[in-house]
């Protein structure tokens, strides 16, 4: 179990246990190529609800329903705002990495790693800036 009994909230799962041992179920993969195979790639679960959507006959809520699938497909979910505030330690333990475990792939990957920059988010004139538009 991965978790420990009568605990809850954020200490609720032992250390080094995962809250997911069996991990994404085996057909789910399998199910997601039958679907895109099945409906042209998805085109045709699009268009199924473009139908719906335009069809003034349609009542408001399977509309509304359709505008919705169609704008977050196409255009991602909006971002929402969380309103926090942190108070108390935030520090973070982490165990040292033990490297002398590591393959020469792995500690080429950390090298790699090392030795980038990381990108900056949001400055304009930023590849990663939203806003940029060039």
Do not use: C, Y
């Not at 909230?9 to 069996?22: I, L």
């Not at 333990?93 to 033990?98: F, G, K, L, T, V």
């Not at 990381?118 to 939203?130: I, N, R, S």
Request: glycine content about 12%; proline content about 10%.
């Amino acid at each position: 179990m991965p978790f420990s009994k009568g605990q809850s909230g954020p200490a609720r799962f032992q250390k080094g246990g995962s809250g997911n041992p069996g991990g994404r179920p085996k057909g789910a993969t399998e199910m997601a190529r039958f679907i895109r195979e099945q409906t042209r790639d998805g085109a045709e679960l699009v268009e199924f609800a473009l139908k719906i959507w335009r069809d003034p006959a349609q009542n408001d809520k399977s509309r509304q329903w359709a505008h919705e699938w169609i704008a977050d497909r196409g255009f991602g979910k909006p971002l929402q705002a969380v309103d926090m505030q942190l108070t108390g330690d935030l520090t973070v333990e982490q165990s040292p990495i033990d490297l002398s475990k590591l393959t020469i792939e792995q500690l080429e990957t950390l090298a790699a790693i090392a030795d980038e920059p990381p990108p900056l988010l949001g400055v304009p004139g930023d590849p990663g800036d939203p806003g940029d538009n060039q």
